[in-house]
Structure formats: C-alpha cells, structure tokens
C-alpha cells in the first residue's frame, strides 16, 4: 500500500478517536472504572500522538491502520459509549 494512503487512512482514523474519546473522558465521573479511565487516556494519548507522528512524515505500518481503524469503529458506536460511561443524569434517583 502507498505510504500517503496509509497516512490519511490513520490520520482520519486518529482525528475520529481523539473527537470520541475525548467528551467520553469528559463525562467520566468518581464512580467510572479505573481501567475503563485508563483505556480512554491512553486511547487519546496514542491517538494525539499518531497524529504528531504522521505530521512529522513518518509513515504508518498497515497492521497499525487495521488496528486504528477498528478502534475508530468502536468508538463511533454510540450505545457503547453510553455503556462504558454512563451519564449522571441516569443515574441519579
């Protein structure tokens, strides 16, 4: 595959985690899972940097264009967003 290829492919990829994962990180309160926390940090940590990387004109291997883009999918699912991080109006009596 072409290395350019590759780096729009990751890049769009990248840009959907960071835009998803970050208002997620944002309504995440006390009672949220430590490691459900901890997964959407290091997703938008990874995420934002990929997209240093790619800027700087390093170009991304297909295995990790497979992995961001199944990511990227998981994370437009919005029922499992509202799962992983449910919101405190819900909950609330």
């Not at 729009?8 to 899972?33: F, G, H, K, S």
């Not at 940590?45 to 990511?71: D, H, M, Q, R």
């Amino acid at each position: 595959m072409n290395a350019n290829i590759l780096q729009v492919i990751v890049m769009v990829a990248a840009i959907v985690i960071v835009i998803r994962a970050e208002p997620a990180l944002n309504r995440m309160n006390a009672c949220t899972p430590f490691m459900v926390r901890s997964a959407f940090h290091l997703l938008t940590l990874g995420s934002t940097a990929e997209i240093v990387s790619i800027l700087l004109g390093e170009a991304p291997s297909w295995p990790t264009a497979i992995v961001f883009l199944g990511v990227a999918s998981l994370l437009l699912c919005e029922r499992r967003l509202r799962v992983l991080c449910p919101s405190l109006k819900r909950n609330s009596p």
